[in-house]
């Protein structure tokens, strides 16, 4: 019965359009009462420790170090090192921007930093090369589910430390999906440009192409050294976003010159409002997570779904597109803190691996943001293509599908998961 509270509080509080931090508090509140044991200090308490977790300081690391790079010019740096790699190919400029956006979520590991900051460097560029209005901003927006799969991604370290899984191993998993997004992407927009007919190519001299490189080898290596730093062991996931923001802030500042110190405090402080947001999430997340354990949901869902624990595909099937359903009308975040706890103790039941299914998850709720109505990327590329959300929706859904596709085939086939895995850690 806690299930059917549970969910039906979160579905009503959502129909009045209350904040999900709110919600999150609201549900807990319903549930303590149902249960018996109303007493807010416990909220409060659970709020307060779910905030105080070392992992989740790699989250704000990030957020500062993503803001200084899109200010600090190595966002361009990398788009012009795209258009040497395969700016000669036919329809070069949307090939440049799937690979940017596989180098650039090696930098932010966050959707929405992707999609701003190489969508107002190379949306007005593919306009100008008579690119649709659609499909250029689509692609931008399509390419942008990357940044969340490569590392270092926000949504696994919000999941891995709500569910207790390795971040660490989390990242390792992500690197072939990443890439598989990517390759996808570029299959479908070499499709496209043989439909219509995009001959426009990018070229460049051998001395043009040598200072583009030594331009851009600051913005190039930075991936690279957190992601093998991770790897390595070096550095946990917090301490690359600690060196992340040092990296960007010396690069932007002292090679590139297009920050000024005085500029730091004003992008600390826009940094700092997109975080408190997120933490403020995740604090009302926690309360509801400590009361989903106390009420023993995880135990009722696994009694509803009692008949396929012994079917792990057939269970990840049903799981996926309650997934998918949930990201079309909720967003990434809360969707991570709110079912991670639930499904993780089933899916363990099933013995289907954890962290084969985080970054299952992950990308999943992470195609939430590109699916109406509430796909948040979706209306920020409406905002930088200067187009409306009926067009971008149009213009995305040849990658949409593309995307899918290789969702369904990582749930289908684990091992391109879970071997590449074995060889990454």
């Not at 690279?224 to 932007?252: H, K, M, N, Q, W």
């Amino acid at each position: 019965m806690e299930l059917g509270i549970f969910v039906g509080s979160l579905f009503l509080f959502m129909f009045f359009g209350i904040p999900i931090a709110f919600i999150l508090i609201l549900c807990s509140i319903v549930l303590m009462i149902y249960m018996g044991v109303f007493d807010p200090s416990i909220i409060s308490q659970q709020m307060v420790m779910g905030t105080n977790n070392f992992s989740l300081m790699a989250i704000p690391f990030f957020m500062l170090a993503g803001e200084i790079m899109a200010k600090g010019g190595l966002s361009r740096r990398i788009v012009n090192f795209a258009n040497i790699i395969v700016g000669k190919l036919k329809g070069g400029l949307g090939y440049a921007a799937i690979l940017a956006s596989i180098i650039f979520s090696g930098l932010s590991g966050s959707a929405v930093a992707d999609a701003a900051a190489l969508g107002a460097i190379l949306i007005p560029m593919m306009y100008a090369n008579g690119y649709s209005p659609e499909r250029s901003t689509g692609l931008i927006c399509a390419g942008a589910m990357v940044a969340p799969i490569i590392p270092p991604s926000i949504p696994m370290i919000v999941l891995g430390s709500t569910v207790g899984v390795s971040i660490t191993k989390m990242f390792m998993a992500g690197i072939v999906p990443g890439l598989l997004l990517g390759l996808g992407l570029m299959i479908a927009w070499k499709v496209i440009v043989k439909k219509h007919g995009y001959n426009d190519v990018c070229t460049y001299t051998k001395k043009e192409q040598k200072e583009i490189i030594k331009d851009s080898l600051p913005a190039l290596v930075m991936p690279i050294i957190i992601v093998g730093g991770i790897r390595f062991g070096i550095f946990t996931p917090t301490e690359a976003g600690s060196f992340a923001v040092i990296y960007a802030l010396l690069v932007s500042i002292l090679w590139y010159k297009e920050i000024k110190p005085r500029d730091v405090i004003g992008i600390c402080v826009d940094s700092a409002g997109s975080t408190a947001i997120v933490m403020f999430i995740v604090a009302g997340a926690t309360a509801v997570g400590w009361l989903i354990t106390v009420a023993q949901i995880p135990n009722q869902l696994a009694a509803v779904l009692g008949g396929m624990i012994n079917h792990p595909l057939a269970l990840m099937i049903i799981i996926n597109i309650f997934l998918f359903a949930m990201g079309m009308v909720m967003d990434l975040t809360p969707n991570l803190l709110i079912f991670g706890p639930v499904l993780f103790p089933v899916i363990i039941q099933a013995g289907i691996d954890p962290i084969y299914f985080a970054v299952v998850m992950v990308l999943n709720l992470c195609l939430g943001l590109i699916t109406p109505p509430v796909g948040t990327v979706l209306y920020l590329g409406c905002s930088v293509g200067k187009i409306t959300f009926p067009q971008v929706v149009k213009g995305i859904m040849p990658f949409l599908l593309v995307e899918v596709l290789v969702l369904a085939l990582l749930i289908i086939f684990p091992q391109l998961v879970l071997v590449p895995l074995k060889f990454l850690i």
